[in-house]
């Protein structure tokens, strides 16, 4: 029988906590697995996009992931698809599940581990926290990080007025007016943005800052400028996907540019932050075996509390 889990069905399985030690941990470990992940992504006939990430894979996960997504910016939402999960055994479809909430949920996640790693030693004041573009991604952002270290105020910017009011009104955010003003009150910047260009410029920022950019996920996407990539400690998921069609790409910078990637700095082999001093960014892409981390958190606890519709796909 396979497992259909929607988004509501999901909201009910998911916690960030215990998402983001899987995250960690599937950092630590994906090192391992003997099959890398592929990210396939195709323009359309019509205002969108198509990707697909193969295989999701972690040592120790006797089960794979097929993710296929529709990326149309004019929608809402503007990320629609579906993850299969199936069994390492037989190949048996073990769940459907909405891919959205899934992406959504590992990206910010994601991004809020990054963050709060390379952000440097937490404030006993707090920090500011400073969004640009208030979407879903930003959302599980906001929640990861505010799990992992405090805060003393939020300002929050996005092109759409109500969708900022909305986010600003949930986490009693102050509203500012342009990505700028958020750079220039933030002690972390949020990006995650359908930018074609330059949000922030080296000149836009000041040493000390952290800024996490998910907007650089395909071709044509760019967030941060060049200068600002390069005078920064840049670490990225996968320097390979980041130079072909993350922020290095956007940027024209080679993978050379990347310093180290947010699994070498959880591993140990890469020091991340040394300088209070230092401006730092975190520019992932977005790797398949995320999508596995978290579908199988979720599959364990819907199996465990009967959680969602089961049909028959062979019947």
């Known amino acids: 029988m396979t497992r259909l889990l929607t988004r509501s069905d999901l909201q009910t399985v998911l916690e960030p906590a215990p998402c983001i030690a899987a995250l960690r941990d ?36 006797e089960a794979y992931t097929v993710k296929v997504n529709a990326k149309f910016p004019g929608a809402r939402p503007a990320l629609r698809g579906v993850i299969c999960l199936h069994s390492g055994r037989d190949g048996e479809l073990l769940a459907l599940i909405d891919s959205a909430t899934i992406t959504a949920w590992r990206t910010g996640l994601a991004a809020a581990l990054g963050s709060h790693l390379l952000a440097g030693p937490d404030n006993t004041e707090g920090t500011v926290l400073g969004v640009i573009g208030a979407g879903a991604q930003a959302e599980l952002m906001m929640r990861g990080l505010t799990t992992l270290r405090r805060h003393r105020e939020i300002v929050v910017y996005d092109s759409d007025p109500d969708r900022a009011y909305d986010f600003a009104s949930r986490h009693d955010g102050r509203l500012l007016t342009s990505a ?34 998910l907007g650089a996920d395909e071709p044509g996407k760019q967030e941060l400028s060049a200068d600002l990539l390069e005078s920064a400690l840049l670490v990225v998921d996968d320097r390979h996907l980041a130079a072909t069609m993350g922020a290095l790409a956007a940027a024209g910078l080679a993978a050379s540019a990347a310093e180290a990637t947010l699994g070498e700095v959880l591993r140990g082999e890469h020091a991340g932050r040394t300088s209070a001093m230092a401006r730092s960014v975190y520019a992932p892409v977005g790797l398949p075996w995320q999508d596995l981390a978290l579908a199988w958190i979720a599959y364990q606890h819907a199996q465990q509390h009967d959680i969602g519709q089961k049909i028959d796909m062979l019947a």
């Open 26 to 61: 599937g950092f630590r470990a994906a090192v391992a697995s003997p099959i890398s992940g592929q990210r396939i992504r195709t323009d359309l006939p019509f205002a969108g996009t198509a990707t697909a990430l193969i295989p999701g894979l972690l040592p120790g996960i």
């Open 180 to 213: 700028t003003e958020v750079a220039a009150a933030a002690d972390i910047v949020l990006l995650a943005t359908w930018s074609r260009s330059p949000l922030l410029r080296l000149a836009d920022t000041r040493p000390g800052q952290h800024i996490t950019s």
